[in-house]
Structure formats: structure tokens, C-alpha cells
């Protein structure tokens, strides 16, 4: 088995589903958005599965909406941070 193969976070799926929903995969930089996953998946507890279909059908509605919003403000918070960092850079 390969971990990095077999398994992974549900997070990171929801996370570019919202970054897509942003349109920011058409604004910003590769750099910007890596940045921005990792700070956005740092805010929040993984949830690893081994297969899409698990969640799809084992994931409470209540459960996958609560999820959505925790992205939604970890992917703003992180857009805030980067921000400003990238104003800082800019005003030194």
C-alpha cells in the first residue's frame, strides 16, 4: 500500500472546489495559491478517506455543510493574511 496513493484529506478537495468557485485559479499565481492551500488546510483537522464515494454517501448533509464553511473561512482568513503580507512587501 501507498499512503500517498490510497489515502488522502477531504479537506483538500473542498478547498480547490472553493478556490475554483472564487475564480482565483484564474487570478492568481501558481505561488499564490499554494500558499493559500496550505495556510487554508493548516487552519483546519484533516479528514482522510480512501475513496470520494465514502463521503458522498456516509456524510450527513448537516456534517458536509459545516465543512464547507469551515473552508470558506479558512480560505478567507488565509486570503487576509496573504494580503496583507503581500502589502507589506510592497510598501518596503
Known amino acids: 500500500m501507498k499512503l500517498d496513493d490510497d489515502i488522502h484529506n477531504y479537506y483538500e478537495h473542498l478547498v480547490l472546489e472553493h478556490i475554483k468557485k472564487?475564480?482565483?485559479d484564474k487570478s492568481?499565481?501558481?505561488?499564490y495559491l499554494a500558499d493559500l492551500c496550505c495556510l487554508t488546510l493548516n487552519q483546519i483537522p484533516p479528514?482522510?478517506?480512501r475513496f470520494e464515494v465514502d463521503m458522498a454517501f456516509y456524510l450527513p448533509q448537516s456534517e458536509k455543510q459545516q465543512m464547507e464553511m469551515n473552508v470558506e473561512y479558512a480560505?478567507?482568513?488565509a486570503i487576509k493574511y496573504?494580503?496583507?503580507a503581500e502589502n507589506k512587501k510592497r510598501e518596503a
Do not use: F, P, T
Not at 492568481?28 to 505561488?31: A, G, R, T, V, Y
Open 82 to 84: 496573504l494580503d496583507q
Open 47 to 49: 479528514r482522510y478517506i
Open 28 to 31: 492568481k499565481s501558481d505561488d
Open 22 to 24: 472564487l475564480g482565483l
Open 75 to 77: 480560505v478567507e482568513k
